[in-house]
């Protein structure tokens, strides 16, 4: 059974930085995008940044240039460094895995809070 498990959430004071991590057990598969999305209450999840087993990345406009992802193919893990940070980025952060082929099954985690406030 495929399981997700974030780390590294917390409270920092605007313009602090955070690094979140993700292990995924149980993935069989070689060829994976591996991402983060986040919700902030009241709003729907969103992608924050994915990349590939093979090394492709895209960040969503908000995270581009203050946010890094990055991932261990062998390992199953992928981190999310995040730096300045402001209140906008409060939200429950999700890490995401999936199949890079059809049927491209998804596999979340549990979410790990990520609060940004003075």
């Known amino acids: 059974q495929v399981q997700l498990v974030e780390s590294g959430g917390g409270s920092v004071l605007p313009g602090g930085s955070l690094r979140l991590s993700c292990a995924a057990s149980?993935?069989?598969?070689?060829?994976?995008?591996m991402g983060w999305y986040r919700q902030a209450p009241g709003k729907e999840r969103e992608l924050v940044a994915t990349?590939?087993?093979?090394?492709?990345?895209y960040y969503a406009g908000s995270a581009e240039g203050r946010f890094t992802i990055s991932a261990d193919n062998r390992k199953r893990t992928v981190d999310l460094e995040m730096n300045n940070l402001s209140p906008e980025d409060t939200a429950v952060y999700y890490c995401?895995?999936?199949?890079?082929?059809?049927?491209?099954?998804?596999?979340w985690g549990q979410g790990t809070q990520v609060t940004v406030s003075s």
């Open positions: 995401n895995v999936r199949r890079n082929y059809t049927p491209r099954f998804n596999y």
């Open positions: 149980g993935v069989t598969f070689s060829a994976t995008v």
């Open positions: 990349v590939t087993s093979g090394g492709t990345i």
